[in-house]
């Protein structure tokens, strides 16, 4: 019996090993093969308790009935120490090469074990010819935190020579020759993601027309704002790109965002008479899941499968990675560009302001490409 292990983290992390574990196993007519399946599935800020798992709501439906998944949370100090314990015994032992190893980006597992500025790690390395599914859904990202927030410049070290990396998006323009990357087909994750509203009951009851998705990104939490910045921020540009009139706002927070945020937003943004459906959507229950827990990608799906809306009638603010993304697949919802130098330069911190900037160029340009 072959033994995978996956290292995860949030729901869209977890999605994007999901789909590649089903390319793999495609790719490798492992299909109908027994496989175990371990899941080291580590907290995050948006799930500290780990209570949100992507294996166990869909794993045998985007997989199959085959496969055995074991789900092990780590979710606080103690446990963490002891997976490290656990992967550097199999380091010694000489057995960390016998199993099929995941991770969402380089270095990835060695992050796990810093605390405080302080290395804990054993090892130079735990594991070789790893395979990678993307940070965050499915991009190719070659170090272990994007660029904007890394002040490191990290290069893929020599021991990943024989890695694979697969993926969706790739946010740079080049690829390194000497690693081996799987690009995962828009159509291949449009049929997974089918795969998981095909039984969800369509809700007719409402209308949700003229529909703005509206993501939020981690400017407070990352530091790289004051709280009032990013919400004075976001009502800047939302009177600027929104008919108050016509067009229906959907909060779409991060998983990484403090509570304390979406509320103060969304009070801000109904006290100046923006329509705001956020309360409509849960009293509707049409997802299980937190919002700001469930993939921008799959709720799209959902939204487009189960209330019957038109990808012509949404509309998405280019925020963050995951709306290129799903801009990727559902190609005829409209994207409004990025927040702009203007608002950036007036809100964000000086020392983030041109990586910002950076990340809404690639973004744009990004976008551009795919609707030639």
């Known amino acids: 019996m072959k033994k995978e292990i996956i290292f995860t983290s949030s729901y869209s992390s977890q999605l994007g090993a999901l789909i590649s574990l089903s390319k793999y196993f495609k790719n490798n007519e492992l299909k109908n093969q027994l496989t175990k399946i371990i899941i080291f599935h580590i907290s995050s800020k948006g799930d500290t308790k780990c209570s949100y798992s992507c294996f166990i709501d869909n794993g045998f439906n985007i997989l199959s009935p085959n496969y055995q998944f074991i789900v092990i949370k780590i979710n606080n100090i103690l446990k963490r120490l002891v997976l490290l314990f656990l992967i550097s015994l199999l380091k010694i032992l000489g057995l960390n090469n016998r199993f099929s190893i995941w991770e969402p980006s380089p270095n990835w597992v060695k992050r796990l074990f810093y605390y405080r500025n302080i290395n804990l790690n054993i090892f130079k390395n735990y594991f ?62 449009k049929n997974i993601l089918n795969k998981l509203t095909a039984k969800s009951e369509k809700i007719i009851c409402r209308k949700y027309k003229n529909l703005i998705i509206f993501p939020l990104t981690t400017f407070f939490e990352t530091n ?43 009070k801000r943004l109904e006290t100046q008479n923006f329509n705001i459906i956020n309360n409509r959507f849960q009293e509707d229950q049409i997802i299980k899941l937190p919002l700001k827990v469930i993939p921008l990608e799959l709720l799209c799906s959902i939204l487009i499968k189960k209330i019957n809306i038109n990808e012509k009638d949404i509309k998405l603010a280019l925020n963050s990675n995951a709306t290129l993304s799903t801009s990727y697949l559902f190609p005829e919802i409209k994207c409004l560009k990025p927040f702009g130098e203007k608002l950036i330069y007036k809100y964000i911190k000086e020392e983030f302001t041109k990586k910002r900037m950076l990340q809404e160029k690639i973004l744009i340009k990004k976008i551009n490409q795919n609707k030639i």
């Open 128 to 189: 070789h010819n790893i395979k990678y599914y993307g940070d965050g859904f499915l991009c190719l990202s070659q170090t272990g935190i994007p660029f904007w927030l890394n002040k490191d410049k990290l290069s893929i070290e020599s021991n990943y020579k024989k890695s694979i990396f697969y993926y969706f998006y790739n946010l740079n323009s080049s690829i390194n020759k000497k690693h081996k990357y799987i690009q995962i087909e828009s159509f291949y994750i």
């Open 224 to 266: 790289r704002s004051t709280l009032e910045s990013e919400i004075s921020l976001y009502v800047d540009y939302l009177n600027k790109k929104v008919n108050k009139v016509t067009d229906n706002i959907l909060i779409k927070p991060h998983p990484g965002n403090l509570e304390i945020k979406i509320n103060l937003l969304i």
